[in-house]
């Protein structure tokens, strides 16, 4: 936990939040901003920054907490879809820096405007990306 850490004081029950869901790994709790209703953010109890810290297992963890309430959420306001966003690093739009998840219920197509547009390349453009990412260590 660190002490300027928004979302390791709501792990803490230091700062109050509405929490919908815990576990020994994980809390999810409403996002204060309701971008959609219900949208609800999963944090891992134990800090780490950004997916870049967040190491596989804990992530993993991570992931079931986020499945179980996203289910909640399913049974409890019965959305049409769900999204499911992450942000790391500020490039990325990311603010707090806690890893986190945001689940989105879905009520109609124009709850969220679309984060990017599509663009259709020749599969063959590609190769030297994926080269590159490949070769990397």
């Not at 804990?58 to 019965?78: F, K, S, Y």
């Not at 942000?87 to 009520?107: D, K, M, S």
Request: glycine fraction near 6%; proline fraction near 7%; aromatic fraction near 6%.
């Amino acid at each position: 936990m660190t002490e300027t850490c928004t979302f390791c004081g709501i792990v803490a029950g230091d700062v109050p939040a509405e929490i919908v869901y815990s576990d020994e790994n994980v809390v999810a709790f409403l996002d204060i901003s309701q971008a959609t209703r219900g949208h609800t953010l999963v944090v891992p109890r134990e800090h780490c920054r950004d997916l870049t810290d967040i190491g596989p297992d804990r992530a993993g963890l991570l992931m079931r907490g986020a499945v179980h309430t996203a289910a909640l959420l399913r049974r409890a306001l019965e959305p049409g879809g769900m999204n499911i966003w992450h942000a790391t690093g500020p490039t990325a739009w990311q603010t707090v820096f806690h890893f986190h998840l945001h689940l989105l219920p879905r009520y109609t197509p124009e709850d969220l405007k679309q984060a990017w547009t599509h663009r259709d390349l020749p599969l063959s453009s590609l190769s030297p990306l994926a080269d590159q990412i490949r070769t990397v260590e």
